[in-house]
């Protein structure tokens, strides 16, 4: 099979108009409408997944999950506040999680890496490469994640934990974090395959990538597990600068319906006090 090595003067220049689109994609705030959120979470747990039923618990933001909230979802006739049964408790919730296999990584494992490799191997190395450099963007919405910091600290179960305690429940975020799938993080992947796709005629596995592109435009940030997922909405307030990275001097840049916010300065996460 002859690779593709060079690119024409219109085809160069078009892949600025691919990495635009899919970067304001990144920074999406329409609702997710829950029923086409279910639907895409179905066909990535196709993929990545031999368990034939699993749930999906949503939240109006991360900071629902972040802040232990998730805890009363999946344990609903436990009593989180009473101090006696709350080492067991964490064990059990920390058993439950490291079981579940976090799936986060499944995602681009089986659905990711095989388009990427399908399109590298019709492309000379030199020039996917070359692509996927000027592709690349940082999410804009990773301020979210600063903005989780310390979110445990503020949940009544939190409250009502001795300090051993607390340091597993400061732990609990980094496994919840390991099965994140965040659509803005997967926007610049998606720029450079559907530019080789539409621009260069690259074949890839169709089911794949519409796997992939209908996960992207139909979910927020999602958290998947082997036997669950939390499926978490988009903000509903995002404010810009120039370069369209969060920003404002006077109010949060980011904001979601149950009130968490992020404020932001030209992209870079700032302390609000």
Same mark, same amino acid.
């Given at each position: ?14 892949? $600025? ?5 899919? !970067? ?27 368990? $034939?039923?699993?749930?999906? !618990? +949503?939240?109006?933001? #991360?900071? &629902? ?8 979802? @999946?344990?609903?006739? $436990?009593?989180?506040?009473? #101090? ?12 439950? @999680? *490291?079981?579940?296999? !976090? ?10 890496? #095989? ?24 999410? #804009?919405?990773?301020?979210? @994640? ?24 400061? &732990?609990?975020? &980094? ?39 209908? +996960?992207? $435009? ?37 904001? *979601?319906?149950? &009130? ?8 870079? +996460?700032?302390?609000?006090?």
């Amino acid at each position: 099979m002859n690779r593709i090595s060079t690119l024409t003067a219109e085809q160069d220049a078009l892949i $600025e108009t691919y990495k635009t689109k899919w !970067y304001l994609k990144s920074l999406s705030s329409t609702p997710i409408d829950k029923q086409k959120a279910i639907k895409a979470i179905e066909a990535v747990y196709e993929h990545i997944s031999k368990v $034939e039923g699993f749930d999906v !618990y +949503f939240f109006d933001s #991360p900071y &629902g999950v972040a802040n232990l909230s998730f805890l009363d979802r @999946l344990y609903p006739n $436990e009593n989180w506040q009473n #101090p006696r049964k709350l080492n067991n408790l964490i064990r059990r919730v920390r058993t439950d @999680l *490291f079981r579940q296999c !976090y799936m986060g990584s499944s995602l681009f494992e089986h659905i990711t890496v #095989p388009l990427l490799e399908d399109v590298g191997q019709q492309l000379e190395i030199e020039l996917w490469n070359k692509i996927s450099e000027r592709m690349h963007f940082w999410s #804009p919405m990773s301020v979210i @994640l600063e903005g989780l910091q310390d979110s445990e600290k503020k949940s009544p179960i939190w409250q009502s934990a001795k300090a051993s305690q607390r340091d597993t429940l400061n &732990g609990l975020w &980094g496994v919840l974090a390991a099965g994140l799938s965040s659509p803005d993080r997967i926007c610049w992947t998606c720029s450079t395959l559907d530019y080789c796709i539409n621009e260069l005629n690259c074949s890839v596995p169709e089911d794949l990538w519409d796997v992939l592109t209908t +996960f992207v $435009e139909n979910c927020g940030w999602t958290f998947l597990f082997q036997d669950f997922c939390f499926a978490c909405d988009r903000p509903r307030t995002l404010l810009l600068d120039e370069n369209n990275k969060p920003h404002s001097e006077q109010e949060a840049a980011v904001q *979601f319906s149950d &009130g968490f916010a992020v404020f932001a300065n030209h992209g870079e +996460f700032i302390t609000h006090v």
